[in-house]
């Protein structure tokens, strides 16, 4: 009598090792799979990986009332004259704060951001006391191969606080003094690739 019962519980410890060994093996595999998964997402999630960096502004004088590139409206203003040159190194700066690469111009097959300035107006006067606030306007387009993908427009002139209350957040958030034209621009294109090249999905264009 000893003898099956020992034969059946050894059959009993053979099955449930085998099934062990199955569940073992379909952990590892698992385990397996989602690495390969994770290394190949990497990649893919991080998919702007080089830029061509397209800035130019407006001719003095232009009176264009839409947007060469996009045809949205605009209003030209007052230009800097070196406005193009700062805010191609904004953009520059900001694209290597993001561990993104860039290249100047445009290549073939490589998306690229255009950049059309077409207000730059510096501030007179200080930090805490001004004639004129500084006031920047401006559209990036994400482009590749001279078609059109997103579209993001910055037209910011900075208020006092006593002529709109709504903007008493960002008059803090900016220190509670009179930025000047670069700080804006920097703003706006922070913003801007906020919008342009978010890595963890595509975003409507800013307005």
Same mark, same amino acid.
Request: glycine share 6%; net charge neutral.
């Given at each position: *009598? #000893?003898?099956p019962f020992f034969y059946a519980g050894f059959l009993i410890e053979l099955? *449930? #090792?085998a099934q062990l060994k199955k569940q073992s093996h379909f952990f590892f595999a698992?385990?397996?799979?989602?690495?390969a998964c994770i290394a190949f997402a990497?990649?893919?999630v991080h998919a702007v990986s080089d830029l061509g960096v397209v800035v130019e502004q407006l001719k003095d004088g232009?009176?264009?009332t839409r947007c060469p590139v996009c045809g949205r409206a605009i209003s030209p203003g007052v230009i800097h004259t070196d406005a193009a040159v700062i805010l191609k190194v904004k953009l520059?700066?900001?694209l290597t704060d993001?561990?993104?690469g860039y290249s100047d111009g445009m290549k073939k097959d490589q998306p690229y951001i255009h950049v059309l300035v077409y207000r730059f107006q510096e501030r007179k006067g200080g930090n805490f006391a001004i004639e004129k606030p500084a006031a920047v306007a401006f559209h990036m387009h994400l482009m590749k191969d001279n078609m059109l993908g997103k579209i993001f427009t910055y037209a910011e002139e900075q208020k006092a606080l006593t002529q709109n209350l709504f903007t008493v957040g960002k008059f803090f958030s900016r220190g509670g003094?009179?930025?000047?034209?670069?700080?804006?621009a920097e703003e706006g294109i922070n913003a801007g690739l906020d919008e342009l090249v978010e890595t963890k999905g595509p975003t409507e264009p800013g307005e």
């Open positions: *009598m #000893f003898f099955d *449930m #090792f698992c385990l397996l799979g989602g690495i990497v990649p893919a232009d009176k264009a520059k700066t900001a993001r561990n993104i003094r009179w930025v000047t034209a670069e700080e804006l």
